[in-house]
């Protein structure tokens, strides 16, 4: 391609060449000679398309341009401005509820503690009492001269409730609120073990959920034996803290020594640090072109590009837990001391308990904090894939192999022998502990903690007891009375239903369910804002504010008792008053307070570090227990994964340009996405759509790396998560037609059809309209085996590629085609990534298995309209979960007319319900190849990919293989362990068809093959849920109600029509009514057998008219019916139900709430769509085509017919189609159809190809095969099969095997041999003369990559050959008996059900004997409930509810993930503005630069000029490029002379018109102006003032 200094060199040189041949031609009167004029038709020839080019270039004076019109969607700014608005609320409602409710629970669970040992004012011991600060209000305890009121118990001082008990004191004369031994209430302990159990609890649930619903990883001993010595450990620690310890205290005292429960952590971090923090890093290079990954290891502290010294940064990380753990052993010295000092009696069983108690409960926290090399994690971690049964990651797929086949190897969810297993060193064992989720092993660790926890408090009461023990352990129970002995006392254990200060059982109770809802909120809210990229505001900083704050909230508690009183029940000590007399030693609660608080936040500092993970599990955000019921802030924060995974640098290779990434622990690979799409016979509107979604996201995609660029120079090892490597692959199938001259004769050579031309068209306009008036590069064009292939390079430098299809050459199809595709990017691009991986000496299998795993295939159709947001919104689910193989959007229909109408509440359902609950139930069955993302090692597994080329052989295949082939590869996933997900936040739009005969032919090819894959799912349900962890029995059982109902939807509808015309019309039979609701449905089940496919479409028009005119009725009636029983009908109850079901699901999808309008219309249609639609698509299941898109017959067909007859006039006449007689017939020399057609193809093959080589229109080319007329005019039969036979000899002779034997070179005549001759020394000219058609200016492929495909095409895609009449009536037979089959189970399953329900109506219509009365009316007569009414409607109603239950948890996942990707703070990425950034060609560089320098550079800045020369971005150039006024080009002689030559061969004629021309250089003026030649010396005055015009005069 031409620079632009080059090209405006050219344009000025023009009236150069014009001055020139208008000079030289007095010179050259002699008639030139054959061979010369010859030379010159070439040269000519050879120039034209130059010529064309020229033509489409601007000028240089032609500097105005169009400015593309930027479409402004003011609907989807409005939705992006209230995604922002919602998001910014939730955030805030988010750090609110976390922040209450943590601190809520913290305050109410430390209340109810100090309700367990309350003051005792005849005590001296100060602990309880804060040191002496807490004192009794006198004038509330003592009351005077109330003998009598003492009496009954009950007494009203001072504003203090009535309720509250008073006791006679020893003298009589007064009475105290309080007993000399202060008195307990058992439920106060009963509920802290409850509290305590709810985690416990909750870990036993999920489990038994993940048991049920998901496959879980085997038993392990070793395993259940860690976790029942930690489980113990802690529960004892928990049960000695709450019920022994903590008591002691007051709740300022008891909230500040709860930080010091963090020592086991402190100690692990510590040593962790300082043993592994010297761990190699890992560098990976990715280059995205060539898909391969290199690594290098560096030292952390080498020195950066820039020369300065790069500091380790685990340096002040370590300093902060030395100094967290200096400031924890203060604290825990301090706190000791304050212990010693305040108590009397049990000076030491306080310290030890506390610091043993401390040491327990922090023990269960060492999963986090104990960090191995990463050596073991990886020998771990690959043991442990081996040794499980069930492998949870699926990066162990399968290398690629330089054969187009996969390579076979075992299947890894099979266990190896026990004689295999390597054994596992305990440093090992412990990282497959902390990595494992160990599901069975925590139902019993849950298991055995209760029954600790229940056991514990009667074990510890009865030790402290100072009764019988049985007397404590029956007051526990509600039993009796009994006294203990506690840290500072005594109390009374008293179940009867006292408790001091008016708080009764009931009040207990409501306390308990607060705590426990508060909590479980929190818990569930704060690991929400960790996976939503809200961890720092809505997580660490709400759950450390709550650390804080709690011990200066109990302050105004404390100081002011009685206002904290609610309905007469105080949970504080309301007779005792905080009074700041005194603070004497409650400064050392304060420094433990105070420094505890830190060394938890040093401890912790790791979540203020990272903002989280997007839509990561939380089984991979946090580790076990799930969190703690007494301390629930600060045991999210220890239990939030210690993870330097997600801290990565980048770094930007400035010699190679490859991406350089840095992890510590982990390996980072930038996702590859291959875009797929097939297409056939789309409309212009229908491939501008498409590629509109590809340019825009290859526009996004240019704007986050330069946003990421612009980052990483403020911000060093920043990472854009939406940044990946794609390229664009478009598979076409059907491509060519054969090839004409301007006669209309069928000459050699094939050429593109019509649908690819509007391709070539459709994509620069496009893409020029996209990127806001950049153009792209001309296409290059390839020949390949298949066909032929067009590339664009895009504006990020990736490629569009386009492969042309040639049916005679390669099978045809979509699946074919994704087979193409599969084995091209996944094999053959594979094994150049593999290469190169070998070249750097790398571990060949781990960097492989990384690259698969990270590359991913999303395949479109034809007609897909997306934006980039949809793209890594399917990329974020494949990074969530390993196992994911693929994931699917949300598709909308889009189009007009009724069906289309419809087509959208459908979709609407499906996607709401049906996806949704398949989804958080189990997988995803069917992932659309319109817009679904592939993972490329889930697809390279065995039994996937391999199995996915199977040809079909039996008649079923036919139906599962071809006519659904994006539910099977689904299904081929699923048998293969992955699952499939839903994504409803990412959005894809397709056209939906528009006719009702369109959408009929394709649910024909749908609904069959659906019944049929998700038949062979449960049918194998037994091996599926063995290997497919995602797959449980109650999914099954799940789909088998589903598959049961849809097979009985026929003649439940048919009993709907029913029982509404029986209600609208009384007068009428039942038996009438059925014979007349019956007639239709025969007549087209009739029409089935006997009928064209066009007759069945016309009746089912008809006949849906008709029952949409009934479902009118039926409204009508159900109507009426729900206002005259008033809910006392099963029908209006499940009518009301199935239709608040839809308006709920439309309120929770606020963005697709208008389909719900379309409902109405989908309920008309239900009889077509549910009834007369399924019996079509069984009756017809042996009709294999593809339905769609047919009637868009190629216009080639016939078209030589149809040529040669318009060709001529005269009068005909004709007998139908059989012969036609021509009268008076004149040959018609100039018809516009031949010639609009030959311009469309002049630039594939010139005007006539018989005077191209000039030979007679009698000779025919020797290689040339024969036709059967051909023979016949020959003299002998001899001489045509000679001609043959010398063909194939020729053939058998080529060193090369040739993919299509149409393109082979034909031999010239004699005429034109001895010219030919000459040329042997250029052989590639001489091939590229010889091809015919479009391949005449197309490229050869690497022979590597044309091996490839020719021994792809040998073994999988081979055309299919014609069968032969008698194998193609077999297969026809075949799929007739299979569609008999099939549709008798139908019919029958039906009509066995429809007449078993209308024999059973009947009889109870006229005994009532199987009706069930309701307790209401419907009229005048009493309502009453049919059994077998009752049963289908529990059905139906039980899968709807369940689906609904399913949609709710869905939107729950989907609202996080677009809280996740939306930002609230920064502006988005503006695609709407030009691209601005352009960097200067050639013409305006330094001298001493030349051409060959800088090549990549140079193809940049010219792509960049031609949004100059549109008019985009003129305004924004550079100052600096403003102001240089002139350029001297020197040697202006050698330029003319060097443009010269390619036009003239003569030396001597070029010597002579250059020396018409100045010594002197010229000149440009500015940016725009043309090439000036400054004034001619006086020697050439002359020549500048004759008629030559030099390059001044342009």
């Not at 129970?477 to 006392?489: E, P, Q, R, Y």
């Not at 352009?1478 to 550079?1497: G, L, M, R, Y």
């Not at 403003?1522 to 040697?1531: I, Q």
Request: aromatic share 10%.
């Amino acid at each position: 391609m031409e620079t632009a200094g080059e090209s405006e060199t050219k344009e000025t040189l023009e009236p150069v060449r014009d001055n020139m041949q208008r000079h030289l031609s007095p010179l050259h009167t002699t008639p030139k000679s054959k061979e010369k004029k010859k030379k010159d038709d070439i040269k000519k020839k050879s120039t034209k398309g130059d010529d064309k080019k020229k033509e489409n270039e601007d000028e240089d004076w032609d500097i105005a341009g169009e400015r593309p019109q930027i479409s402004s969607d003011g609907a989807e700014e409005i939705w992006d401005i209230l995604t922002k608005i919602s998001v910014a609320l939730i955030s805030l409602c988010l750090f609110f509820i976390v922040l209450i409710s943590t601190g809520l629970t913290r305050v109410i669970i430390h209340l109810m503690i100090w309700k367990l040992n309350p003051p005792n004012p005849s005590s001296a011991v100060q602990l309880n009492k804060l040191g002496g600060l807490l004192e009794l209000v006198e004038e509330r305890y003592f009351i005077t001269n109330c003998s009598s009121e003492c009496d009954s118990g009950y007494v009203r001082r001072n504003d203090l409730p009535s309720s509250w008990r008073c006791f006679t004191t020893t003298n009589s004369t007064s009475c105290k609120l309080l007993q000399e031994t202060p008195t307990v209430n058992v439920w106060w302990i009963w509920g802290l073990m409850i509290i305590i159990l709810v985690p416990d609890l909750y870990s036993l649930i999920l489990g038994c959920w993940r048991i049920c619903f998901k496959e879980t990883n085997e038993f392990s001993k070793g395993m259940l034996l860690i976790s029942i010595v930690v489980e113990t450990l802690h529960s004892t620690g928990l049960c000695l803290l709450v019920f022994v310890v903590l008591p002691a205290f007051d709740p300022i005292s008891a909230s500040s020594l709860l930080y010091l429960v963090v020592f086991i952590p402190l100690f692990l971090s510590v040593i962790s640090e300082f043993k592994f923090s010297q761990m190699t890093k890992t560098y990976y290079k990715i280059s995205p072109q060539a898909g391969s990954v290199s690594q290098t290891n560096k030292n952390p502290e080498e020195k950066e590009g820039n020369g300065k010294q790069r500091k380790p940064d685990y340096f002040l990380y370590k300093l902060t837990q030395i100094i967290g753990i200096v400031f924890f052993g203060i604290s825990i010295l301090v706190g000791i001391h304050y212990m010693i000092q305040n108590t009397v009696d049990e000076k030491e069983n306080l310290c030890i308990l506390f610091v043993v108690s401390i040491l327990l409960v922090s023990v269960v926290y060492w999963e986090n904090f104990l960090i191995f090399s990463s050596t073991e994690s990886k020998e771990a971690t690959t043991n442990q894939d081996t040794n499980e049964n069930t492998s949870t990651n699926p990066e162990s797929s399968k290398e690629p192999n330089t054969n187009p086949e996969p390579s076979r190897n075992t299947n890894t969810n099979q266990e190896p022998p026990n004689s295999s297993r390597p054994k596992l060193s305990w440093k090992q064992f412990l990282v497959k502990y902390i990595n494992s989720k160990r599901e069975k092993v925590s139902i019993l660790t849950a298991i055995w903690k209760v029954i600790l926890t229940i056991g514990l408090p009667y074990l510890i009461f009865t030790t402290r007891s100072k009764d019988e023990p049985l007397k404590v352990a029956a007051a526990i129970s509600f039993l009796g009375t009994a006294k203990i002995k506690t840290l500072t006392g005594e109390v009374v254990l008293e179940s009867q239903g006292y408790s001091s200060f008016g708080c009764q059982r009931n009040d207990i109770v409501l306390l308990i369910v607060t705590v426990i809802i508060f909590g479980f909120i929190s818990f569930k809210s704060a690991r929400f804002a960790c996976r939503v990229y809200l961890q720092f505001w809505c997580f660490t900083i709400p759950l450390t504010l709550s650390l804080l704050l709690t011990p200066p909230v109990f302050i105004p508690i404390m100081r002011f008792p009685l206002f904290w009183t609610i309905q007469e029940c105080s949970i504080v000590q309301p007779l005792w008053e905080l009074k700041f007399n005194d603070f004497g030693e409650i400064w050392q609660v304060f420094l433990v307070g105070i420094l505890g608080f830190f060394s938890c936040v040093l401890l912790t500092l790791y979540t203020w570090t990272n903002k989280g993970s997007k839509l990561l599990k939380c089984d991979r955000l946090f580790r076990k227990p799930p969190y703690c019921g007494l301390f629930l802030d600060l045991s999210l924060l220890l239990t939030r994964c210690k993870d330097t995974t997600e801290q990565m640098e980048e770094e930007i290779d400035q010699e190679t340009g490859l991406r350089i990434l840095q992890k510590k622990s982990k390996d980072y690979c930038l996702p590859f996405v291959y875009f797929c799409a097939t297409m056939w016979h789309e409309t212009e509107t229908e491939m501008t759509q498409l590629f509109k979604s590809i340019f825009r996201v290859d526009y996004e995609q240019y704007l986050q790396r330069e946003h990421q660029r612009e980052i990483q120079q403020r911000r060093k090892g920043y990472i854009n998560d939406d940044v990946y490597a794609f390229e664009v692959h478009i598979f076409f199938d059907d491509a060519f037609k054969p090839r004409t001259n301007k006669n209309g004769k069928p000459v050699k050579g094939i050429r593109v059809n019509e649908y690819v031309k509007t391709l070539e068209k459709v994509i620069p306009s496009t893409a020029k309209s996209e990127y806001r008036g950049f153009e792209l590069e001309e296409v290059k064009k390839f020949e390949t085996p298949y066909g032929a292939r067009f590339e664009w390079t895009l504006l990020t430098d990736q490629k569009l590629i386009i492969h042309l299809k040639d049916k005679t050459k390669i099978r045809n199809r979509k699946r074919w085609s994704q087979v193409m595709y599969l084995y091209y990017l996944l094999t053959f691009k594979m094994n150049e990534a593999k290469e190169e991986v070998k070249n750097n000496n790398q571990k060949l299998g781990d960097s492989m298995e990384k690259f698969t795993s990270n590359t991913f295939i999303l395949a479109l159709d034809g007609d897909v309209d997306f934006k980039p947001e949809a793209v890594t919104l399917l990329l974020d689910r494949m990074k969530k979960n390993p196992l994911v193989g693929a994931a699917c959007g949300r598709i909308h229909p889009i189009g007009a007319g009724p069906m289309v109408w419809y087509q959208k509440f459908e979709y609407a359902i499906s996607h709401w319900l049906q996806k949704a609950t398949e989804h958080v139930f189990g997988c995803v069955l069917c992932s659309p190849g319109c817009f679904s993302l592939f993972r490329g090692s889930a697809l390279l597994d065995d039994n996937v990919m391999k199995t996915y080329t199977r040809k079909p052989t039996e008649a079923k295949h036919y139906v599962q293989y071809d006519q659904g082939e994006d539910r099977w590869l689904c299904t081929l996933l699923l048998k293969q362990k992955y699952r499939v997900d839903y994504c409803a936040a990412s959005d894809a739009l397709t056209f939906a068809p528009e006719g009702f005969y369109e959408f009929y032919k394709q649910r024909r090819r749908w609904a069959p093959s659906t019944m049929a894959n998700i038949l062979d799912l449960l049918l194998d349900g037994d091996n599926v849920r063995k290997n497919n962890q995602n797959i449980s029995r109650p999914y099954i059982f799940y789909h088998i109600c589903l598959f049961i109902s849809s097979i009985l939807t026929p003649g439940t509808i048919f009993l709907l029509i029913l029982g509404a015309i029986i209600t609208a019309f009384p007068s009428i039979e039942p038996w009438a009514a059925l014979l007349f609701n019956g007639l239709p449905l025969a007549i087209f089940i009739i029409s089935i057998f006997l009928a064209k496919e066009d007759t069945q479409l016309l009746l089912a028009a008809i006949f849906s008219t008709i029952y949409s005119l009934v479902m009118l009725v039926v409204l009508i009636g159900l109507l009426k019916e729900g206002i005259e029983s008033q809910f006392c009908s099963v029908t209006t109850v499940f009518f009301c139900f199935v239709a608040g079901v839809f308006i709920l699901a439309a309120i929770m999808h606020p963005k697709e709430f208008p389909c719900i309008f379309h409902g109405l219309l989908y309920f008309l249609a239900v009889p077509s769509m549910s009834m007369l639609l399924i019996f079509y698509s069984v009756g017809n299941m042996h009709n294999v085509n593809w339905g769609t898109r047919e009637s868009k017959v190629d216009s080639n067909d016939g078209s030589s017919a149809k040529v040669i007859q318009r060709q001529f006039l005269g009068q005909s006449c004709s007998i139908g189609d059989w012969c036609r007689c021509i009268l008076c017939v004149t040959e018609k020399k100039d018809d516009p159809v031949i010639s609009d057609d030959s311009e469309t193809d002049e630039d594939e093959h010139p005007k006539d190809e018989d005077t191209k080589d000039e030979k007679p229109k009698d000779v025919k080319p020797k290689n040339e095969p024969c036709d059967e007329n051909e023979a016949k005019n020959s003299k002998t039969m001899e001489e045509c099969e000679n001609k043959d036979t010398k063909k194939k000899k020729k053939e058998t002779k080529s060193k090369k095997d040739k993919a299509d034997t149409r393109d082979e070179e034909t031999k010239p005549p004699e005429g034109v041999a001895k010219k030919k001759s000459k040329d042997k020394s250029n052989p590639t000219e001489k091939k590229d003369k010889k091809k015919p058609g479009i391949f005449a200016k197309c490229e050869p492929i690497t022979d590597k990559e044309q091996h490839f495909w020719t021994r792809l095409i040998k073994k999988y895609l081979k055309p299919e050959k014609q069968l032969s009449e008698i194998k193609r009536e077999e297969l026809q037979s075949e799929l007739i008996d299979l569609r008999n089959k099939v549709f008798f189970f139908y019919f029958i399953t039906n009509a066995i059900f429809v007449t078993i329900a209308y024999v059973l109506t009947q009889v109870n219509a006229r005994e009532s004997t199987l009706s069930i009365p309701l307790p209401c009316n419907v009229g005048d007569k009493q309502g009453t409930i049919e059994p077998i009414s009752i049963a289908f409607t529990l059905v139906f109603g039980i899968l709807l509810f369940v689906q609904f239950f399913g949609m709710l948890m869905h939107r729950i996942s989907t609202i996080s993930h677009i809280i996740a990707t939306t930002k609230i703070f920064g502006s988005k990425l503006d695609t709407k503005k030009p691209i601005v950034k352009i960097e200067k060609p050639s013409a305006f560089q330094n001298d001493d630069v030349t051409p060959d320098k800088n090549d990549e550079k140079e193809r940049t800045a010219k792509q960049r000029w031609k949004a100059v020369k549109c008019g985009i971005g003129l305004q924004k150039l550079s100052s600096e490029l403003r102001k240089r006024d002139t350029k001297t080009l020197v040697d202006l002689k050698t330029t003319i002379r060097q443009k010269l030559k390619t036009i003239h061969e003569n030396t001597e004629e070029v010597d002579k018109i250059a020396s018409f021309y100045s010594d002197e250089p010229v000149s440009i003026t500015s940016v725009r102006n043309p090439i000036h030649r400054p004034k001619p010396v006086e020697n050439n005055e002359d020549v500048s003032s004759s008629d030559t015009p030099g390059p001044s005069s342009s």
